[in-house]
C-alpha cells in the first residue's frame, strides 16, 4: 500500500517531480564535477606551477670568515666551493624521488662579447638544455632546463646536442643591446684573472636561439655545460642546481632535507616566495570551488522545497483522508520524506553522471589533460544529494503533519 501511494504519487506529478529531479541534478552535477577534479587540482596545478621555473635551489655549503681589525668589520670572505657533476644523480635517489620533474645544473662566468664599442661584459652560463641521465636502476631520465622552464620563449631553436661547442642561447637584453639576431656569430673572449690580458681566450659563437623570460636568463649567454667548463678549467663542477618538485603529498622543504643528505656538503634552499603562493592559490581554489558547490546545492535545495510544498498543498485533502483513517504523523512523514529521498537518489544518480562529462570538459580546457574519475565520489554524491533533498522536504513534511483532517475534509 505504501509503495503504491509513492508510485501513484509519481505517476501523477511526473512534470513537478522531473522539476525537482532536474534541480537535485543540477547541484549534484557541478558538486559531482568539482569533486572530482579537487582530487587531482593539487597535483594538476603543481604540474602548472612547475612551468613557471623550480622551486629548489641547491648549493654548494660554503666556509664565510668575517674580517676587520679591532672593533671595525670590514665584511667577510666566502671560500668559493662548487657541486661535482656526478652527484647530481643522487637527486633522482630521494624517498620522493617520482616527485622530482627535472633538474638542471649551472656554471657561471663572466665573460666579453662583442669588440670595439659594442663590447660588453655579459654572464655566461654553463648547463644542461635537454639531457638523459642514468639512474642507479640503469633507467634514463630526460631533465634540463628545457624540462624545467618550459615558459621560457626561444626564437629560433634550442641547442639539442649537448657536445656542439659552437651553438649559443643568448637573453633578449643581450641581443638588443649588441644588435645579434639567430644565427648571427659573436666573439667571446674570456681571462682566467680579469686584469690579465696576456691569459685571454678568444672564441667564436653561433646565436642558435634567442631567450626571452622576463627574468635574469634575459642577460645570459647559454652554452653547453661542458663548453662552459671546458673554458673555464673546472671540468665536472657546478655552480648551483635548480630542482623542480612536484609538492602534491609532501611539503618542498621535505625534498630540500633529503637532498642535503644524500649529498651532504651542499645546501638545499626552498624559493619560498614561489612556494607560498602556490599553496595561497590553491587554498583559494578550493575555497571557490567550496563557495560555488554550496550555491549548487543551496538552488537545488530551494527547487526540491518548492517542488514539495506544492505537493503538500495540492494533497491536502489526501493527508486529511489519511489521518482520519489513524495514519500518524510519523507515517505522513515517512511518506514525503520517502519521496524526497527517491528525488536525491535519482538526482544524484544522474548528476553524477553529468558531472563527469563536467569534470572532463574541465580537465580539457583549463589543465590541457583528462581528469580521472573517481570511485568514492559516487557514494558522496548521491549522499549530498539524498542530504539536501530530505533537509529540503523538512518544513512542508512538517506543514503536511499539522493538517487538522476535519478542517481539510469540510472544504476549509
Known amino acids: 500500500m505504501f ?51 623550480a622551486n629548489l635551489l641547491v648549493v654548494p655549503s660554503s666556509d664565510t670568515i668575517d674580517i676587520g681589525i679591532g672593533g671595525f668589520g670590514f ?45 660588453q661584459a655579459a654572464v ?44 649559443a642561447l643568448i637573453g633578449a637584453n643581450v641581443a638588443d643591446k649588441l644588435g645579434l639576431k639567430v644565427g648571427d656569430q659573436m666573439t667571446v673572449k674570456y681571462r682566467q684573472r680579469p686584469d690579465d690580458a696576456t691569459n685571454e681566450t678568444s672564441f667564436e659563437l653561433t646565436v642558435l636561439g634567442v631567450v626571452c623570460g622576463g627574468g635574469p636568463e634575459d642577460d645570459q649567454i647559454f652554452v653547453t655545460l661542458d663548453t662552459a667548463q671546458g673554458l673555464t678549467g673546472r671540468q665536472g663542477r657546478v655552480h648551483t642546481v635548480q630542482v623542480s618538485a612536484l609538492c602534491t603529498a609532501c611539503p618542498v622543504e621535505e625534498f630540500a632535507v633529503e637532498i642535503e643528505e644524500k649529498i651532504p656538503y651542499v645546501e638545499a634552499r626552498t624559493v619560498k616566495q614561489l612556494a607560498s603562493a602556490e599553496m595561497v592559490v590553491l587554498a583559494k581554489i578550493e575555497g571557490m570551488m567550496l563557495l560555488i558547490s554550496l550555491v549548487a546545492l543551496v ?21 486529511g483522508l489519511m489521518k482520519s483513517m489513524g495514519a500518524e504523523n510519523k507515517r505522513i512523514a515517512y511518506l514525503f520524506l520517502t519521496e524526497a529521498a527517491v528525488l536525491g537518489a ?36 548521491i549522499g549530498i544529494s539524498l542530504g539536501v533533498s530530505l533537509l529540503a522536504s523538512s518544513l512542508p513534511v512538517r506543514r503536511a503533519t499539522k493538517i487538522e483532517p476535519v478542517v481539510v475534509l469540510r472544504g476549509e
Open 346 to 381: 535519482i538526482g544524484g544518480a544522474l548528476g553524477y553522471a553529468v558531472g563527469l562529462v563536467l569534470s572532463y570538459i574541465i580537465g580539457l580546457t583549463i589543465f590541457e589533460s583528462l581528469v580521472s574519475p573517481k570511485v568514492i565520489v559516487i557514494p558522496m554524491i
Open 75 to 119: 665584511g667577510a670572505v666566502t671560500e668559493q666551493k662548487y657541486i661535482n657533476e656526478s652527484d647530481l644523480y643522487k637527486i633522482k635517489t630521494i624517498y620522493w624521488a617520482k616527485n622530482v620533474l627535472g633538474y638542471a645544473p649551472f656554471l657561471y662566468q663572466v665573460v666579453t662579447v662583442g669588440s670595439g664599442s659594442l663590447e
Open 124 to 167: 655566461l652560463t654553463g648547463t644542461w638544455f635537454e639531457k638523459d641521465t642514468t639512474l642507479d636502476d640503469g633507467t634514463e631520465f630526460p631533465t634540463g632546463v628545457k624540462i624545467i622552464n618550459t615558459w621560457w620563449e626561444v626564437e629560433g631553436g634550442w641547442i639539442d646536442d649537448e657536445n656542439d661547442t659552437t651553438g
Open 299 to 319: 538552488a537545488s535545495a530551494l527547487g526540491v522545497a518548492a517542488v514539495m510544498t506544492t505537493s503538500v498543498i495540492e494533497r491536502r485533502k489526501e493527508i
Open 3 to 53: 509503495l503504491r501511494i509513492i508510485s501513484k504519487s509519481f505517476s501523477k506529478r511526473k512534470g513537478k517531480m522531473a522539476i525537482a529531479v532536474v534541480a537535485v541534478m543540477m547541484g549534484a552535477s557541478i558538486t559531482s564535477a568539482l569533486l572530482t577534479v579537487s582530487f587531482d587540482i593539487n597535483e594538476k596545478m603543481n604540474y602548472e606551477f612547475r612551468r613557471f621555473g
